[in-house]
């Protein structure tokens, strides 16, 4: 299943509608705390086996906002975020599980 639409409301989430004409939202910190770029899944699997794991510093200077959404081939958008994380490609699939974990409130 792919999107027929995507908005990116920068400060709150990001906005699907789906082929099927479903539409779901996924909160920016919810897509920030499960990018799936190789970094972020390794620093998510040192916090599970440490809690007390060292978090990197980031460039952020207020909120956590998206600054971009960008498409990357057929299947993925690429999204970057204002604390300079930028190098998690969120595929179709990963987006529509996202949103079912935001939704329930697991994020």
Known sequence: MRPRHIHLERDRALHLEWDDGSRTSISIACLRRHS???DAKS????MALNPLTV????RATGPLTATSCEPVGGYAVR???SDGHST????WDYL???AAL???GGS
């Open 102 to 104: 935001d939704a329930s």
């Open 79 to 81: 999204i970057a975020f």
């Open 43 to 46: 620093l998510r699997e040192a």
């Open 36 to 38: 799936p770029s190789a």
């Open 96 to 98: 529509r599980e996202l």
């Open 88 to 91: 998690g490609i969120y595929s």
């Open 55 to 58: 978090l990197p510093s980031t």
